[in-house]
């Protein structure tokens, strides 16, 4: 006989990890309300020409822009690798979808519009609903304080719920390269978050820091317009400037050594420039200020804990969750496994062990993580084993394990675009993989999509 319980549970966010989650918790027969202070659904991949009015976002008090996509952003992996198991990220054949494989950010959104409205979670959603505050109470349960968006202070609206889980996104808060002499130096900053497109930095000497894909992307894409580009980075050795292939204003240094008054930033390199903007591709801070937990989870420099195998804190468990915290990884599918796990546990169908047995497992990993040499702000970062964590998550679901070719896929375009850092979204060489990928997608769906993707696979 089944002891599965059915829970009331709010999920915070709608993006694409709030979606996973309500899909999968909704599926396993709990009730789910999703707080989404946007008025549609899709988080990240909701692109609008709108800046904060602090470049650098530092300002706490400033309206909040949520995404960081900039107008000409083009996935980083290929749809397939992307898409979540159970709705294939397909090329569809209408006139106003984006069949690349490697898409716009468009297609992207109307992806997890279409995921949303296969599953039905829109009806689930409050949209142009923000939450402000979620607090235990002494009976257990969870409150969670929310507000219509534009509406006074005094009208948020308290509730219930025995289960929260937090789908809030972190690519918003932007973190600041530490610059010494930065305060006195006379020229403009600017995070990564605010930037839309080249424009502004026309004949500007910019300096940009950061070596991550927005870098790359955006450090090319200013080039076309840019007088120079300078970019620093901690990845880059001591050695003399040099001029990146194919480009004749764009130079690699190490990491600033300091701004200077004059307006001239050094490099440790010894090469000195006169610049005007200092960009800064620095990536994001874990934020959740709606959150309140007497100090239980704490983001300790970019480190959110504790937290068992990144989603639950071990004596909050279960009725508190985290989904998509982990970074350099395929998210999407990864979301979906996170939520299984969380709705399965919810439920009792699936169990955790008990918050002792937690916290050893969570003290072992940041020890490892020590003796490792890794510092604490890549505590989220599964490069090398996001498959094998997916994996042990799916083992605990009872679901299959990931497929081989999207192992290899992530592989392939990883390689690929240290190749070919210009074209990888246009040239490749896993065909193979993608003729894998579109049989087993035919496998889960029959729709006319697949069917002439296969076609034009010759298959
Ligand atoms: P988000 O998409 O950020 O969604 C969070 C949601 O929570 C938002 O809708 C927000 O409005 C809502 N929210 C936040 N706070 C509150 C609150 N207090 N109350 C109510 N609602 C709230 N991933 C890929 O797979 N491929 C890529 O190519 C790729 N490129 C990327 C490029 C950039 C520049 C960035 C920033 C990210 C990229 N990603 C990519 C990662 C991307 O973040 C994930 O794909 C995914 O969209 C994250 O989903 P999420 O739901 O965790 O967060």
Redesign the pocket.
Known sequence: MSTAVARDVAV????????AAARQLRREGHSVVV????SL??????YTNNTEPDPLGIDPTRPVV?????AS?????PREA?SFKEYPFVAKRTGHRDPRR?PG?KE?LEY?KDYASEFGIGELVRFE????RVWQRENGKWEVR?RKRGGEEEEHMDEAFDAVVV??????EPRIAHIPGVDRWPGKQIH?HNYRVPEPFRNQVVVLIGSA??AVDISREIASVANQVHIASRSTSNQEAVMVPGYDNIRLHPMIERAHEDGTISFPNGFKIAADIILHCTG?KYHF??LHTKGIVTVDDNRVGPLYKHVFPPSLSPWLSF??LPFKT???PQ?ELQSKWIAGILSGRILLPSAEEMTKDIEAFYSSLQTSGIPKPYTHNLTGYQFEYNDWIAAQCGCRKTEEWRKKMYSATSLNRQVRPETYRDEWEDEDLVLEAYQDFKKQISCKDVSLQLHDLNI
């Not at 952003?73 to 992996?77: C, G, H, K």
Request: charged fraction near 10%.
């Open positions: 915070i966010g709608a993006g694409a990890a709030g979606l707080f989404e202070r946007e659904v899709g988080g990240t991949w909701i949520h995404s960081s996509l900039y952003l083009r996935t980083n992996l992307m490697f950010h992207v997890l609903t923000e939450v402000n929310s789908c809030n996104g972190h690519y918003s990564s894909a927005s994001y200020p709606f989904v998509g395929a998210p999407f979301f």
